[in-house]
């Protein structure tokens, strides 16, 4: 399993812009998907957006039209570019990656019991009104 960094995040008012990345230690060509997740104070981790290996895209509702996923094999990163953040996106991001298929399932959904140990320490977005 590869090991995952994610950078990018910071504090941003309503309305701003920040892209996320998540780069792997390892060759990301022999992961299936790949997805962005976020966990917000007293709340679940939920799947934002995920890519599958032949490109397609994933979104939660609460992130179409607003975010997209992308990723660069030759530099084994993932990006996540988030425009007209809200408050409610306010959260810590976490990527992942996997030679499975359980990530495509989880878009806009809990995480609770996705058993997946290569998490990183994620990257803190904070969304000011």
């Known amino acids: 399993q590869v090991r995952l960094v994610e950078s990018g995040g910071g504090s941003v008012q309503t309305g701003g812009s920040l892209r996320l990345s998540c780069v792997a230690s390892g060759n990301l060509y022999n992961s299936h998907c790949m997805g962005w997740f976020r966990q917000a104070p007293g709340k679940e981790r939920e799947g934002v957006a995920n890519?599958?290996?032949?490109?397609?895209?994933r979104y939660a509702d609460s992130a179409k039209g607003r975010f997209t996923i992308s990723e660069d094999l030759r530099k084994n990163t993932l990006y996540l570019e988030m425009n007209s953040l809200k408050p409610e996106d306010t959260a810590i991001y976490y990527c992942?990656?996997?030679?499975?298929?359980?990530?495509?399932?989880?878009?806009?959904?809990?995480?609770?019991?996705?058993?997946?140990?290569?998490w990183g320490q994620g990257t803190q977005v904070t969304v000011s009104s």
């Open positions: 890519i599958d290996n032949d490109g397609t895209v």
């Open positions: 992942a990656a996997e030679s499975g298929t359980k990530i495509l399932l989880l878009v806009g959904r809990s995480a609770q019991g996705f058993a997946y140990s290569g």
